[in-house]
């Protein structure tokens, strides 16, 4: 069933569903504890239900990351690489400005590039209050 421009009504997939029918993935407590050390973070007490969660989580993501390594990709007739961007209208890296003609800028001169600066720092708009 689709609305007059073909787009269905009702999602014809899901990750989850399609996630269910690969193998679930087990993370021994060795590769957990590993992989937080490599992560500069402490564990959770092994047999907590913290430790189990993240566990769990953590095999859903092994699993994501396996099933994606399963795409082909191979079989695709275009050689460009897609403009993946997803932003709103009127945002984002305006890619349709040429570079400066001013050689080698360093060091303060480089503000001159920002789109705001004040006292001779950059200003970074932050929804955080301090």
Not at 52 to 61: A, G, S, T, V, Y
Not at 62 to 68: R, S, Y
Not at 111 to 130: F, K, P, Q
Request: hydrophobic fraction near 30%.
């Amino acid at each position: 069933e689709t609305d007059e421009y073909g787009i269905p009504l009702k999602p014809t997939w899901s990750v989850q569903k399609l996630l269910s029918s690969y193998p679930a993935p087990s993370i021994s407590p060795a590769t957990f504890k590993r992989l937080h050390e490599l992560s500069a973070l402490l564990p959770p007490e092994e047999g907590t239900p913290e430790y189990f969660k993240l566990k769990h989580e953590l095999e859903d993501l092994i699993k994501l990351v396996e099933a994606t390594k399963l795409i082909n990709v191979e079989d695709t007739e275009s050689t460009d690489i897609p403009d993946g961007r997803v932003m709103a209208e009127g945002s984002g890296i305006p890619l349709d400005r040429t570079p400066r003609e001013d050689g080698d800028v360093r060091g303060q001169d480089l503000l001159s590039y920002a789109s705001r600066s004040a006292n001779g720092m950059y200003v970074v708009e932050t929804d955080r209050s301090r």
